[in-house]
């Protein structure tokens, strides 16, 4: 049966591209996906630094309708995942229902008619009775506040916005930053450049990553069975599951142990007391290379832990008053992780603007519908991150699918999430988030707004996830 709901995804990532195909699956065609890059793949479009890969192993962080017996190696590179989101866009049929370079400035819920208005590209007015929001939460890459930074007069740019046109051979480069991208990227680009600085506020947990390519008689056989790359896929989600919830206190030990085996590749002592960590593992989001710590027996390589006091024209000055000369400053201090739906200039009913509506900081049900916006659904909004991100969309595209087929079933035009619902799960989440002893260790500033509340992470497995979005239930939901 074609549905004649007028449908609206924004963002073009595995989240807009999982929608999509889902869409067309159950006979929706009045739909199109706006994004505002040039290109699909979403995080796998924006960061192309060198070495950016997937920390999650591919046969799981990849579509369970598509999956990919080509996989080159375990965690595979930027590229590869672009290519494999390109290639589903391609193989379903999207690309008619694609319309890129489309930013979406402002959505707003009409109550008198029902439908969203949304404000896209140049002032043009679109009109949706159902808004995907498919944004991300890494779609804000964050400048730190250094005084001076403005004033440089070299090169300068965010890891997660390279700069294709700057050549860095030979040039005298600094690193602010030390977590997962700086951990990718340093190895690759210290062969190439001149000096390179690293400015570390805090170290983090490196464990050692197993990712031999596979072998052609590997891909051959994955190739010519897919019941062994659905048993490949199964085994690596039976590994991670019981280890998102980060309460198993031997594991734990036994990362910590993995990462200080690790570091012992680092020749200076001096260093790699400075690499140790000085938190739990866990209390941070855990990394992995075998690349990382050898970088630093590199003669053109030099850890830096004082704090950065002034950027001026051409140096970078710390503390102790060292003031080192560079050519090149690469960003690499992450995202702005907490704003999900606020980062939309979003009003529902009754004319509530979403940063009203969340105040005291984001939150949702099942981290897919807010109170007082009807007919929106976010994917990877508040406390949906853990786990393979892919995995954790396909619940909520297969709830949002369900939500659809039952407001056609019922004649529907609207459905709101109940407050006293919407309450009642925070509650019992926040309990759960409590309760993870290794995020209460106060490190993990990303997680937290102001009022330190976790907003982005989910406490629980990804089976979980997977059991509480499997039924969706309308009385759950005001309706009209
Ligand atoms: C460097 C890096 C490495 C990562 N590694 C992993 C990993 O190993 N495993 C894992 O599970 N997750 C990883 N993640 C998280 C990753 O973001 C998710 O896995 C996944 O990409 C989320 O998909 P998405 O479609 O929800 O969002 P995104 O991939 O972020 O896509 C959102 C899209 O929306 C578009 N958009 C945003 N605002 C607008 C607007 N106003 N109008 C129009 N378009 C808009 C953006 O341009 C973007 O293309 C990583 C993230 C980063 C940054």
Redesign the pocket.
């Known amino acids: 049966m074609k549905s004649a709901r007028r449908i609206v995804i924004?963002?073009?990532?595995?989240?807009?591209i999982c929608t999509g195909v889902r869409l067309l699956e159950a006979g929706h065609d009045d739909f199109v996906i706006?994004?505002?890059?040039p290109g699909?793949?979403?995080?796998?479009?924006?960061?192309r630094y060198p070495g950016?890969e997937?920390?999650?192993k591919s046969h799981l962080?990849s579509f369970s309708f598509a999956p990919n017996p080509a996989w080159s190696r375990p965690y595979a590179r930027q590229p590869e995942i672009k290519t494999y989101l390109e290639a589903c866009v391609e193989r379903f049929g999207l690309a008619a229902h694609l319309r890129l370079n489309?930013?979406?400035?402002a959505v707003r819920w009409d109550d008198d008619r029902r439908v969203w208005l949304l404000r896209v590209g140049d002032g043009e007015e679109l009109e949706a009775d159902v808004v995907v929001s498919?944004?991300?939460?890494?779609?804000a890459p964050v400048a730190p506040d250094i005084p001076g930074l403005d004033r440089f007069a070299g090169t300068l740019f965010h890891s997660?916005r390279w700069n294709d046109d700057h050549d860095l051979t030979g040039d005298a480069v600094a690193v602010i930053g030390s977590a997962?991208?700086a951990v990718q990227l340093l190895p690759e680009i210290a062969p190439t450049v001149g000096q390179l600085y690293v400015y570390q506020r805090s170290a983090n947990w490196v464990t050692p990553k197993e990712d031999t390519p596979f072998s052609a008689e590997q891909l051959d056989a994955l190739g010519d069975d897919p019941d062994a790359v659905d048993a490949l896929r199964n085994e690596i989600f039976r590994t991670m599951d019981p280890n998102l919830t980060f309460d198993d206190v031997p594991r734990r030990a036994l990362a910590e142990a993995a990462g200080r085996s690790n570091l012992e590749v680092v020749e200076d002592p001096e260093v790699r007391r400075k690499l140790t960590p000085n938190m739990p593992f866990g209390c941070k989001r855990p990394l992995s290379s075998n690349l990382y710590y050898p970088t630093f027996n590199r003669p053109n390589v030099e850890l830096v832990t004082e704090p950065i006091t002034e950027i001026t024209e051409d140096a970078i000055v710390t503390d102790d008053g060292q003031a080192r000369r560079v050519d090149t400053i690469i960003l690499a201090t992450g995202?702005a992780t907490t704003k999900f739906l606020g980062?939309?200039d979003v009003t529902g009913r009754d004319g509530v603007h979403i940063d009203d509506a969340w105040a005291d900081g984001p939150q949702a049900y099942l981290g897919i519908t807010t109170t007082g916006f009807p007919n929106l659904f976010m994917?990877?909004g508040p406390n949906t991150n853990n786990?393979?991100?892919?995995y954790m969309?396909e619940c909520q595209v297969d709830y949002v699918m369900q939500l659809l087929a039952r407001m056609d079933e019922h004649d529907l035009s609207w459905i709101d999430v109940r407050r006293d619902v919407m309450d009642e799960y925070n509650t019992a989440l926040q309990g759960d988030l409590a309760g993870v002893d290794v995020w209460q260790a106060g490190c993990n500033t990303y997680y937290r707004v102001a009022s330190g509340r976790i907003v982005t992470q989910w406490p629980n497995s990804m089976s979980e996830y997977r059991a509480r979005t499997e039924q969706a239930d309308l009385d759950a939901f005001e309706t009209a």
């Open positions: 924004i963002g073009a990532g595995p989240g807009g706006l994004e505002q890059a699909i793949g979403g995080t796998w479009w924006h960061n950016a997937c920390d999650v962080y489309t930013q979406v400035h498919a944004i991300g939460m890494f779609g997660a997962a991208s995202f980062a939309l994917l990877y786990g393979s991100i892919i969309i």
